[in-house]
């Protein structure tokens, strides 16, 4: 019998690329969970033989029925998403968290299920002295994959982090409230392509499920390396302005305040 392997948010970049490597492993029926089976992105999938099936993560019972008869199961929440959904960081991270024990939970209540993978990132509650929120934890981990992945370099067509041309000035300019040099990302750079080979190797060792944490990257670089790696490509030179705070987040609604919060802690914490 042919084992089910479920994707979940297939038709992001994470779950593209894991589909991309279960099609290359080989042995799975794939299967895609998500909460727009019609859209052009799902009917794409299901031409490449891929199974549509329909489930809000913010519904368990939805999941459950989603995860019937599957032998492994990815998961990953879409934190923007949510944040431009509700207009709010703190509301989206509430969502966020209730979402990821739903995923474990249904995870959790499917008898089939031989292996977990649970991409988020790393508890920044217990490092940063409790000042910021953590994602759920799964409770069984022996078949449990804990995925942390680098900063993808899609990240910088992100608002508050897309540089603007400053034709006038002939370079590209970013704005912020952090010191852009400061600090270095664990970086996977073309998440679709280059996160395939990590859950590649995750699929072929089952020693990976005992509550392992797998982290993705290429490299290390911090984000004025990377932009002045983006300008010298595009035969401009890059500058950065620092701004306080206040400004920047009037300047970048919503995506402001949640990427400088993230760039401070990156701060604090160091590499």
Known sequence: MTKIATVVGATGNQGAAVIAALKQHGGYKIREVGRRPESNSAKALRKQGVEIVEADMSHYASLVSAFVGSHFIFSVTDFFELLVANKGANKAMDIKVQQGKNLANAGEATPTLEHYIWSDLTGALTKSGGKMKVPPHY????ITTFMLIGWYSMNFTFPSFKPTLLECAGRYVLIGDFVPSKFNYLTIGDIRK??????????????????????????????????????????????????DSGTYYKLFPLWAEKGGLMMQYMQAMGD
Do not use: C, W
Not at 139 to 142: E, G, H, I, M, Q
Not at 203 to 210: D, F, W
């Open 139 to 142: 409770d069984s981990k022996d």
């Open 194 to 243: 280059n996160l395939v080979p990590f859950v590649k190797a995750v699929l072929a060792k089952a020693e990976m499920k005992n509550g392992v944490m797998v982290v993705a990257l290429i490299g290390t670089f911090n984000v004025q390396d990377m932009l002045q790696r983006l300008a010298y490509i595009r035969g401009k030179e890059f500058h950065f302005i620092k701004i």
